[in-house]
């Protein structure tokens, strides 16, 4: 009977496809990584598909860390379960779990580093600005052309100014998109294609390293061998 079984399990294996789309880049705050936390796995048979995805991948360090993985990990993890799987790789090779411990959440610490942030951002702005007028003659040019359509000199500050004042405010918003929780449109700002530019950037980075430390790795183990053979 038990023979019946291992024959008959290994006959609905055959033939399975399995498509196998890896995250590039994976935030977890458990250490105990699986498979669902880093790629997504579709095939014919729903259950397998399921305990496809709490497949352990790693166990990371207790302490915050990144991880660089390829897919070759995934697909003899996968082989190991399902040895006649048929693989079908989307996407891309390689793989980065960013592990963070779980923390209790500080509000007066993100407040205060919130209120940090726009402190730096609006003297920083404030004195660009000014120091741009100052380059500009800015207040020479509205002084001219208040003289030339009105007639007269300007006693003081005049319309114009106020009118650059607002302007500059609302080309502000509308350019960043983003006014607290308010946004012009549903388009990402400037600002998140930045931010989501930087971190594509960290995560190759981090990915092309690990990729250097595995070949250094597999190079330096060839090595021992080999002398361990010439020995």
């Known amino acids: 009977m038990s023979g019946e079984k291992e024959s ?30 880093v790629a997504e796995v579709f095939c014919d048979d729903p259950a397998l598909c399921s305990s496809l995805l709490t497949l352990p991948v790693r166990c990371m360090e207790d302490r915050p860390q990144k991880y660089a993985g390829s ?10 379960k399902v040895p006649r799987a048929e693989m079908e790789i989307i996407g891309g090779t390689d793989f980065l779990i960013d592990y963070r411990p779980p923390s209790a959440p ?44 009105t007639g007269r000199e300007a006693a003081g500050p005049t319309v114009l100014e106020a ?4 302007g500059l405010a609302a080309g502000i918003l509308v350019f960043f998109n983003h006014f607290a929780s308010w946004k012009l449109s549903a388009d990402p700002t400037p600002l998140e294609v930045e931010l989501m530019l930087y971190e594509e950037n960290v995560t190759k980075t981090l ?21 361990g053979r010439a020995s």
């Open 106 to 149: 500080g509000r007066l610490r993100e407040w205060g580093k919130t209120i940090a942030v726009c402190a730096v951002c609006f003297t920083g702005a404030a004195f660009a600005i000014m120091t741009f007028n100052n380059d500009a003659s800015v207040s020479d040019v509205f002084r001219e052309l208040y003289r030339l359509v």
């Open 71 to 80: 897919v070759l990990e995934i697909v003899a993890l996968i082989r190991r």
């Open 207 to 227: 990915i092309q390293n690990g990729e250097k430390k595995r070949a250094s790795g597999t190079r330096d183990k060839g090595k021992k061998e080999d002398s």
């Open 8 to 37: 008959a399990g290994q006959g609905a294996d055959r033939g399975i496809r399995v498509y196998l789309k890896l995250r590039q880049a994976a935030k977890v705050q458990k250490r105990e990584v699986t498979l669902g936390d």
């Open 163 to 166: 009118g650059y004042c607002l």
